[in-house]
């Protein structure tokens, strides 16, 4: 029995709504518990309710959108519990997927490591944070097991979320790339041991910046949230 090959079909309009939410809430333009209009977002994307109202209800799922009875629709509100628990789960992953890498070809993920890296000279606007992310998805694209990769994938979105509301003055921030060129140091000599022990030490030692970021922010600019809204669904 012969199946034909399907074209690649558009995305549905809760698709895109999801897509445009989604990442309107991981860049940090919209605010950690800020209330969520469906006739406002739908009036932003030029929808109706309905494919809003769906994407939410995915969203909610994924645990970026958080339902109050009687009360309305918000972005979630991580405590500081759970971003203490989202960093003990990014050590355990992170590592295991850093030493599955490493035994795999550690080479290849030094090569990948070192392109993530910020240029020389360092970064502006923000991009420190962008190197940042690329810098640790590596690290899970390289191990090379489907189960990591999914399990990361569990707390992928928040982690960007709270990383897209790190100060750029954070010390911590500015330090990040020397951690990280060091860590692919360590990787490109082979030594498994001090790799992982490295980057364990490194995702603790954002623990507290990501807890500030989690307990306020710097707002955006008034159009942001309309412009990332926009953005997703302008090739539609």
């Keep these: 029995m012969s199946i034909e090959k399907l074209g690649e079909r558009p995305k549905s309009l809760t698709a895109i709504a999801k897509e445009s939410i989604r990442r309107a809430i991981v860049d940090g333009h919209l605010a950690f518990g800020s209330q969520l209009s469906e006739n406002v977002l739908a009036g932003q994307l030029g929808v109706s309710k309905t494919p809003v109202r769906e994407a939410l209800v995915q969203l909610k799922l994924e645990g970026l959108v958080e339902v109050q009875p009687q009360s309305g629709t918000?972005?979630?509100?991580?405590?500081?519990?759970?971003?203490r628990e989202i960093c003990r789960f990014r050590e355990i992953v992170e590592s295991s997927a850093l030493e599955l890498a490493m035994k795999a070809d550690s080479a290849a993920l030094a090569d990948a490591l070192a392109q993530a890296l910020a240029p020389a000279g360092g970064t502006q606007d923000g991009r420190a944070r962008d190197h940042d992310a690329a810098f640790h998805g590596a690290i899970v694209a390289a191990c090379g097991n489907?189960?990591?990769?999914?399990?990361y994938q569990l707390?992928?979105?928040?982690?960007?979320?709270?990383?897209?509301?790190?100060?750029?003055?954070?010390?911590?921030?500015?330090?990040?790339?020397?951690?990280?060129?060091?860590?692919?140091e360590l990787v490109?000599?082979?030594?498994?041991?001090k790799a992982c022990t490295e980057l364990r030490t490194h995702i603790r030692s954002t623990e507290h910046s990501y807890i500030r970021a989690s307990l306020g922010q710097t707002p955006a600019p008034a159009d942001a949230p309309q412009a990332?809204?926009?953005?997703?669904?302008?090739?539609?």
């Excluded at 489907?146 to 399990?151: H, L, P, R």
Aim: hydrophobic share 40%; aromatic share 4%.
């Design 146 to 151: 489907g189960y990591v990769q999914q399990a």
């Design 188 to 193: 490109r000599e082979g030594n498994v041991k």
């Design 155 to 184: 707390v992928a979105d928040k982690i960007h979320a709270l990383r897209a509301r790190l100060s750029v003055a954070d010390e911590t921030v500015d330090s990040c790339q020397d951690t990280h060129a060091h860590i692919m």
């Design 228 to 236: 990332a809204l926009h953005h997703a669904i302008a090739g539609r």
């Design 74 to 83: 918000y972005v979630f509100q991580p405590t500081v519990e759970q971003v």
